[in-house]
């Protein structure tokens, strides 16, 4: 009986910690910093704009580092504004976490 309830609550974390690893993949495109500063370039799906930004679930974002995305978002790029100043550091670190986790669900 006791080698059940174990077993039961391993399976419980498993399932949540899975969980707690989708949630950042489920909410790029709906997280408010994203709505308000990312979607009228990267798309309202983050799949990119026709002469706007490249999508943030495919192609060479999928790629990069964290490091990489966070000084891209923060110093900008090209076209890309700067939005170290706009931007909290927390808000840049969630968006690099959000774009590198889904990416890796594809």
Known sequence: ?????LAAAILLC?????AQNAKPEASLTSNPVYEKNCAKCHGKTAEGRFMAGPALLSGKATTMSADDL???????????????????SAEIDGLVDQIQ??????
């Open 1 to 5: 009986m006791n080698i059940l309830r």
């Open 70 to 88: 966070r000084n891209i978002i923060t110093n900008g790029k090209h076209h890309m504004p700067k939005f170290g100043e706009k931007l909290s």
């Open 14 to 18: 498993l399932a949540f910690a899975r």
């Open 101 to 106: 986790a889904s990416s890796k669900q594809k």
